[in-house]
């Protein structure tokens, strides 16, 4: 790992926290060996603002380069986390173990922002083997998302997802393609009338259908 790649560290803790101790020393030994750069703890008897800016509610909490992580982990778990950051497949992972626990908020907060993280959720739906809960994770926290100028940026993503040799993958892409009332989604769904797979068809119907409600 490049040394301008490894990740920072902050560590919320409390006075009276049995596991807190356990999660200072596992993450001390990163820092010792070089895997994250800097450790930064703090307790949130003294500082109990941060748990409002970062909506903790128990501890130890841990934010390790771009993934938030609640509750003890192993040394390997943190170390495992610690050289995901800053990659493609490492934020992937993050947003799949997310979705299968249907904490949905933590996922929405960081693709609501727009950039690379919007862009890795998605990818998860152009993978056939994403598992059905993970799936439909994604479509929930899209469609919390309807109609916010952030998700212009899912247009390409999606329009090559709506050639996806996978009939669920298509269908995926064309629901939420109506999600974004972005213009050029009609001319897209359109296109998927004349899907192959009868179920991709009826989506883009109602997606073109969304669409006319809201322009």
Request: proline share 6%.
């Amino acid at each position: 790992m490049a040394a301008d790649s490894r990740p920072d560290a902050l560590l919320l803790v409390t006075s009276t926290c049995p596991l807190c101790p356990q999660a200072i020393a596992a993450l001390g030994e990163l820092v010792k060996d070089g895997t994250i750069g800097r450790l930064e703890v703090v307790n949130l008897s003294v500082r109990p603002d941060l748990a409002r800016r970062y909506g903790v509610r128990s501890v130890p909490w841990i934010k390790l380069g771009e993934f938030e992580l609640q509750g003890l982990h192993t040394p390997a778990e943190l170390r495992q986390w610690a050289q995901r950051a800053g990659s493609f497949d490492g934020l992937g992972e993050y947003f799949h173990e997310l979705l299968k626990a249907g904490q949905l908020d933590q996922v929405t907060a960081q693709v609501a922002r727009g950039g690379h993280p919007l862009r890795v959720l998605i990818r998860l739906l152009g993978d056939p083997d994403t598992e059905l809960t993970v799936r439909i994770g994604v479509n929930a926290v899209i469609e919390g998302l309807e109609g916010q100028p952030v998700l212009a940026e899912v247009i390409g993503p999606l329009t090559e997802l709506a050639r996806h040799r996978e009939p669920h993958v298509r269908g995926d892409a064309a629901h939420l393609l109506s999600h974004t009332h972005q213009p050029e989604a009609g001319p897209l769904l359109k296109t998927l009338l004349n899907d192959e797979n009868a179920d991709v068809r009826e989506i883009a119907h109602e997606g073109l259908e969304r669409l006319r409600a809201h322009s």
